[in-house]
């Protein structure tokens, strides 16, 4: 039997229109429901041609609609049912055909209907060949669709299933997933701009080897991710990490301290939220060797000189944003952090302990502010980074007040 849903979790409404891109809401549904988000998913009679119904069930533990006279739904009405029961409506993919009808306001089978019936959010994530995408008929559509408050997840550009190459590809799984996270996410920080560090710094000791620290830069990543979600503009300066960072933050990758702090010095005056969470070296050698070091057999001595440390800097500008810290300990947890936090006049500092934090996708967090402490209990970094502009945000608009 399938689990009751809690009362937050939310329902997202899966369209599945016909097009190849079909295949990437297989995977956008195994997605969704592994973040907790409930889907039902929604088919026209030319989707359930490019991928079974049963694929979709499987993957959502629930039966799939596709015909507008259902009688599995007691008052026959599948079309006002299933949208009492969405959060939100998302179509991917979209077909060219099914935009030009959501424009008119057409509703010829189930999900067109549903479209029509709902006050839900509708997301519409089109996937069409190049010149279907182009005509001015689809774009007249899309400006109409826009206007009535739909939210187009635009295509990228790249290869497609017809052999063309240029704009139409549906958006991948993950970006979709993103979006959907952003319609759900309370718009806590609408219009903020933030500022965002992530990941270590590289020191270089010569042209092959240098002194960094350890951070996959997934926490900070996650809390650019959770600041578009709450509806900030954001810009995200991170050193080298191996991840793919939200593309709707604007990114901007460095790899030393000194880099940082100059890009950060760049940007700061257009900041409202600083969120420091880059594992910033603290110190760099003396003089970087252009080349590569030789070996001598014998020892061999670095002279390091400490790095600027830029969120003092930010923090004690004359009128500073509002400043979050990050502490990283491996003892005295609390002890520590309340020092730093006092050391670098911060408002608020998230600590947690690095030897559990460091690399994992889980962590548990204190945050510390003037009022006291609060424990966040272990959680994905993703979930602890939307606490954590939750608790910004209440604190940033009592600031200004
Ligand atoms: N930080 C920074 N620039 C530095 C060092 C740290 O901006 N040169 C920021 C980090 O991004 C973090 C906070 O300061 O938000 C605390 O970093 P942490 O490395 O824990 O503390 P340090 O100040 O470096 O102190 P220590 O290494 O002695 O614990």
Redesign the pocket.
């Known amino acids: 039997m399938a689990n009751t849903p809690s009362p937050t979790t939310r329902r997202l409404l899966l369209g599945l229109t016909g097009g190849v891109a079909a295949y990437k809401a297989t995977e956008l549904a195994r997605l969704l429901m592994q973040d907790g988000i409930e889907v039902q998913a929604v088919m026209t009679e030319s989707a359930c041609r490019f991928v079974g119904p049963a694929t979709l069930q499987a993957l959502t533990g629930k039966p799939v609609f596709t015909d507008l006279w259902d009688a599995r739904v007691a008052n026959n009405m599948a079309h006002i049912d299933l949208t009492r029961n969405a959060d939100a409506i998302l179509v991917a993919p979209a077909s060219a055909d099914f935009i030009a009808k959501l424009a008119n306001g057409l509703a010829d089978d189930l999900l067109s209907t549903l479209c029509l019936a709902r006050d839900c959010p509708l997301l519409v994530a089109p996937a069409m060949n190049r010149q279907m995408w182009e005509h001015p008929a689809t774009q007249r559509n899309l400006a109409t669709l826009r206007r009535d408050g739909v939210t187009i997840l635009n295509p990228g550009s790249g290869a497609q299933a017809c052999g063309e190459i240029g704009m139409g590809r549906m958006l991948e799984a993950r970006e979709l997933t993103e979006a959907v996270h952003t319609v759900f996410q309370p718009r806590l920080l609408q219009g903020k701009r933030v500022l965002v560090?992530a990941g270590p710094?590289y020191e270089a000791i010569d042209a092959v080897r240098g002194i960094t620290?350890s951070s996959s830069g997934k926490m900070g990543y996650a809390v650019a991710r959770a600041a578009l979600q709450a509806g900030a503009d954001v810009t995200l300066i991170s050193g080298p990490v191996c991840l793919q960072a939200p593309a709707a933050a604007r990114l901007i990758n460095v790899v030393s301290?000194r880099d940082?702090?100059a890009a950060?010095k760049n940007e700061v005056s257009r900041t409202d939220i600083f969120?420091?969470?880059?594992?910033?070296?603290?110190y760099r050698a003396a003089t970087a060797s252009k080349q590569k070091i030789k070996k001598t057999g014998g020892g061999l001595t670095l002279e390091l000189t400490?790095?600027?440390?830029?969120?003092?800097?930010?923090a004690t500008l004359p009128k500073p944003p509002f400043c979050?810290?990050?502490?990283?300990?491996t003892e005295n947890l609390e002890k520590?952090a309340a020092i730093?936090r006092r050391?670098?006049k911060?408002p608020l500092?998230?600590?947690n302990l690095a030897q559990d934090a460091i690399g994992s996708d889980e962590s548990a967090l204190t945050l510390f502010d003037d009022e006291g402490k609060y424990s966040l209990a272990k959680a994905p970094k993703v979930e602890q980074a939307q606490r954590l502009i939750q608790h910004i945000a209440a604190l940033y608009e009592k600031q200004k007040s």
């Open positions: 560090t710094t620290n301290a940082m702090l950060v969120v420091s969470v880059a594992a910033v070296a603290d400490p790095n600027p440390d830029i969120l003092e800097y930010v979050v810290g990050f502490a990283a300990e520590n730093k050391k670098k911060l500092l998230a600590a």
